[in-house]
C-alpha cells in the first residue's frame, strides 16, 4: 500500500512558524480530502485538520493546512514547545479503495 | 462522552489468532463508520481495515486482506477486528477509530490502543 511522502524531522524554535508538506498523488490528494494528526508521545492520534484546511473544535488557528494539486501542507505558527510531536497527513485513495498515511514527521521545538 | 475502549490483545505465536474489540459508547454507533488503525513499535501510522454502518461494505489493506476480518455488533456497540494467520510483521499497536459522518479519514475519536505482539 504506497502512502503520502512526508519529511522525516523538522524543527523549530518558540514563536517561529514551521510547515510540513505532504505528497502524493492523483488517486490520493490530487482527488480527496487530507487530514493531518498530532501524535504526542505515548498517546493515541489526534485529529488536528480535516478537508484539507478545517479546524475541529479545540484546536489551536495556530494549525491550519492547505492544499494544491498533489500535495499539501500543514503550518503551525507561534510555536510552543507542547507542539513537540508526531503529525501524519492521510487520505483516501481511490485506486487502493483505503486509507493511506505519510510515513510522519517528528517535530522538534529547539 | 464518546468513549472507545479496545481490548483483545496480546502475545500469539506466528501462525496464530487474535480476535480485538472496541467498545463504543457515547454516541450512535451504527451511524458511524469505523477503522482500525495500527502502529508498529517505533514506526507511523498504518489503516487496516473499515466498515460501515450496518456492516455492510468493508475494506481492507493489502497487507492483510484475506487474514483479517473486520465485523460489528451494533446491538453490542462492538467492533471487531479478527486476525488470523498472524505474521511477525502484524506486531503494532491497534487503534480503533470513529470516522465523523462525511469525512472518509476524519478520525475524531480514537480508542486507546492494544497492542498485538506475533512472536515464538
Known sequence: QSGLTQPPSASGTPGQRVAISCSGSSSNIGTNSVYWFQQLPGTAPKLLIYGNSQRPSGVPDRFSGSKSGTSASLAISGLRSEDEAD??????????????FGGGTKLTVL | EVQLVESGGGLVQPGGSLRLSCAASGFTFNSFWMHWVRQAPGKGLVWVSRINGDGTATNYA???RGRFTISRDNAKNTLYLQMNSLRAEDTAVYYCARAFVGAAVGYDYWGQGTLVTVSS
Open chain 2, 62 to 64: 493489502d497487507s492483510v
Open chain 1, 87 to 100: 503529525y501524519y497527513c492521510a487520505a483516501w485513495d481511490n485506486s487502493l479503495s483505503g486509507v493511506v
